[in-house]
């Protein structure tokens, strides 16, 4: 299994970058798809899911209403839309996908596969 995440840059405070994460070696349609984040000297943290089947979205207070996640199941393929970025929200993103978890299944440790991560740098 593969993930590929990419799409990070470096972008001003109130821009926007769209995240892409390309899966292979897996029944895609079978995996709730998630990202998370993580920046120095801070512990992985949540930023949204996307479920397996009924393709329900939840999101972390911190980025809802300024992020979106979706999925192309024919193409195995996630993006994360990120818009009116603010300077925390750098860090290093990664995409993860969990094998039909529940819809709302915020914690890493439930994730098998992950992403090499894909860097996000705002500047204020």
């Known amino acids: 299994v593969q993930l590929q995440a990419s799409g990070g840059g470096l972008v001003q405070a109130g821009g926007s970058l769209r995240l892409s994460c390309a899966a292979s070696g897996l029944t895609f349609s079978n995996y709730g798809m998630g990202w998370f984040r993580q920046a120095p000297g801070k512990e992985r943290e949540f930023v949204a899911r996307?479920?397996?089947?009924?393709?329900?979205?939840v999101y972390a207070d911190s980025v809802k209403g300024r992020f979106t996640i979706s999925r192309e199941n024919a193409k195995n393929m996630i993006y994360l839309q990120m818009n009116s970025l603010k300077p925390e929200d750098t860090a290093i993103y990664y995409c993860?996908?969990?094998?039909?978890?529940?819809?709302?299944?915020?914690?890493?440790?439930?994730?098998?596969?992950w992403g090499q991560g894909t860097q996000v740098t705002v500047s204020s």
């Open positions: 993860a996908a969990d094998y039909r978890g529940t819809y709302n299944n915020r914690r890493p440790h439930n994730y098998e596969y």
């Open positions: 996307i479920g397996w089947s009924s393709g329900i979205a």
